[in-house]
């Protein structure tokens, strides 16, 4: 019996430490080699975006920044 209860104690000891341990979180992120306006290959895109074309591209974050996330132009005067 006294067996049976060390065993025990020495498993649940284990799994508690187990519990403890986690994989080191870094703040990467996505790293890619690719410029953000090359695409994705979908597709989903904007209408009058251009795969590539940079311009276009920073055009079209403007208006997304302008009207989509702009709360003065979202909410009706009065």
Do not use: H
């Not at 290959?41 to 920044?65: C, H, I, M, Y």
Request: glycine fraction near 12%; proline fraction near 5%; hydrophobic fraction near 30%.
């Amino acid at each position: 019996m006294k067996r049976i209860s060390i065993t025990m104690t020495a498993v649940l000891a284990l799994a508690g430490l187990a519990a403890c341990t986690e994989k080191p979180q870094t703040g990467g992120g996505i790293k890619s080699d690719a410029v953000p306006y090359a695409g994705t290959g979908s597709n989903f895109t904007q209408p009058g975006w251009k795969v590539g074309d940079k311009t276009s591209w920073e055009q079209q974050l403007k208006a997304r920044q302008q009207y989509g996330q702009n709360e003065y132009t979202r909410t009706p005067s009065k």
